[in-house]
């Protein structure tokens, strides 16, 4: 699995409250080496805005929605999130941006690797080249 992909998690329905999970090599592709979680972000501000060199993500809408935007240098697709089963694939090398986040937004992040600064690609025409490299 190399490709940007929305997977639906394991959703077990109780009356009193739903739940689901996510296991590593399982739900996800990926060993998950570091967890974060993006909230309180204020009305018209926009996260991510950056790509990863090694580094494959799984992005959740645990609460609220958000859009999540994937630009591989040429085209940019759109991956709306709004349910807490539901996931985003995004593999190594694309440039991610999340977009549009409803009042009280929670995003869960899962990545494959260990926190490197080294990984970051944060400056888009840099990005468009190191792309045009690979």
Known sequence: ??????????KIEDPRGNL???EQFKNIPFEIKRVHWIYDVPGGMDRGGHAYKLTDEFIVA?????DVEIDDGVEISVFPLNRSYYGLFVPKGLWRCMTNFSTNSLALVLSSTDYDEADYIL???DFKAWRKQQ
Do not use: A, R, T, V
Not at 62 to 66: E, I, R, Y
């Open 62 to 66: 645990l609460s609220g929605s958000f």
């Open 123 to 125: 400056d888009y025409d």
């Open 1 to 10: 699995m190399n490709k940007i992909e929305i997977i639906q998690l394991p």
């Open 20 to 22: 689901s999970i996510i």
